[in-house]
């Protein structure tokens, strides 16, 4: 989801309406979508004390993978919840430094592949976390293609990284906002929401990845609108706080705190 979920994308129109779809012209509604560089291609939220530079900022380097729920639609900068979990994790060793985000607006399995992995061996990541899923289940791709496209996704990490060093994050349910019924039958997508992450929740575990499902936090949305953020879909800066009361310490123990 992006700067409201749609094609939570940031080709600002250099992409097809049908790609876009309805989350992306909210999403311009709302504000515009973020990560876009001007050139209109996706562009890394590279975080300060980030650069790799000699003598940079001790701690793993962190690359959040993902949509807009990790680049973190509608909060401000600090309340992303890769942010909130470094800031939580603190700066005792060892710990993590967030040098890139690079979820974008609307971004399917299928976009990680082939817009955020060709960039990892340049951003030498390493610790990487990845949440991806709702976007497919939005524009319609059969959960077929999500799990093949899940699984490279996985497969590329592990090609890079031991599996101690990837965290996969649940897809939260946004069908019980405000503007649940503006991307279809609410019932048949908090399906598809829930098919896709028994899917990567299987294929973590197969590859020995910790898998964090906060799924049934984001229900809580349905009654507490402090969960959800000013766009009326994506989550608020506390509902991500609740993300990462479940995430750090899972973190936390891969690291050996």
Known sequence: MGKSFGRFWCRAGMETVRRIGLMGLIAWVAGGVAGCAATGAPSASTESGGSATTGEPAGLRYVAL?????????????????????????????????????????????????SELPRLDALRPDFVTILIGVNDVVQGVPSTTYR????????????????????????????????RAAFGDPARQAAGIRTNNGILSELADARGVKFVDIYDLSLRAGTDRTLVADDGLHPSATQYALWVDRIEPVVGGLLGR
């Open 148 to 179: 093949t496209n899940a699984g490279r996704i996985l497969d590329a990490l592990r090609a890079r990284l031991p599996a101690e060093r990837i965290v996969a994050v649940a897809t939260p349910d946004y069908t019980v906002t405000p503007q």
């Open 66 to 114: 993902g949509d807009s729920y990790t680049i973190g639609t509608s909060v401000a900068f600090e309340g992303r919840w890769p942010n909130q979990l470094v800031a939580r994790l603190g700066t005792a060793a060892p710990t993590l430094r967030l040098v890139a985000n690079l979820g974008v607006n609307g971004f399917t399995s299928e976009d990680v592949v082939a």
